[in-house]
């Protein structure tokens, strides 16, 4: 946890209750051990999804599909959501919950399986536009989705990056870190460096939940001549 620990619990006791569907599968996924999103970062989706109104959402990253299902019922009635995941064990539970018929919005769902560079590169080719993307998968493969990513978001839209701070670990030296994850750690901060300083885009990085990383696509007008 990277606020403190009495302000967090207090600012989860403050929020809405999730419906029994996703309640139910939010509490298996614990169980499970599946990482899904924190209480934390679904205020800030729900809030979100509230004043972009998305038509068109793009998440990477589906595991069991918590995350798709929870968009599914805070967007608004006619968004449709494109989501994409490659690991067979969780692409196994995210079919199944995707189906399941206690979600009376997973009709708005559509699972892309596979790599997800590879299908980010077909969707841009093609010529497909989202103006609301959740960027949950790969941590070390950031760098290599944002090219694509920048395609395929509309101006105006907004790029949500979850788990951006690694507990807090992003901001620690390099050799301090376990030999295993300094590859994540170093591309963890060479994705922040550029989200934040591309003239594209306006970046703001939230230390709630793992870390969550707010970024809308700017109209060109306002940075092609700069």
């Known amino acids: 946890m990277i606020t403190e620990e009495r302000i967090a619990a ?12 996703l309640l139910r599968l939010e509490k298996e996924a614990e169980k499970n051990k599946v990482p899904i999103i924190k209480k934390e970062t679904q205020g800030v989706i729900r809030f979100l999804l509230r004043i972009q109104k998305p038509k068109r959402i793009l998440e990477v990253g ?3 599909g918590f995350s ?20 067979a064990m969780r692409l196994a539970e995210a079919r199944k919950n995707l189906k399941d018929e ?6 708005k769902i559509s699972l892309l399986e596979g790599e997800a560079l590879d299908i980010l590169k077909e969707l841009v080719e093609a010529k497909e536009k989202y103006d609301f993307i959740f960027l949950d998968a790969a941590k070390a493969q950031y760098m290599n989705f944002l090219p694509e990513l920048m395609k395929l978001i509309y101006e105006g839209g907004l790029l949500i ?5 690694q507990d807090g670990t992003v901001i620690n030296s ?7 994850d300094r590859t994540i750690h170093t591309r963890m901060r060479e994705y922040l460096y550029t989200i934040t300083h591309m003239d594209e885009l ?5 230390p709630i ?10 109209e060109e007008e306002y940075y092609e001549h700069r």
């Open 10 to 21: 207090y600012i989860k006791s403050l929020d809405k209750d999730l419906s029994p569907q």
């Open 62 to 64: 589906t595991a069991i």
């Open 68 to 87: 798709a299902l929870f968009m599914s019922e805070y967007s608004r009635k006619e968004c449709d959501i494109t989501t994409i995941e490659k690991v």
């Open 102 to 107: 206690a979600f009376p919005h997973r009709a």
């Open 161 to 165: 990056t979850d788990n951006v701070l």
């Open 174 to 180: 390099r050799y301090s870190i376990t030999r295993r």
């Open 202 to 206: 306006e970046t703001l990085i939230l």
């Open 209 to 218: 939940g793992d870390g969550i990383a707010l970024s809308y696509r700017k």
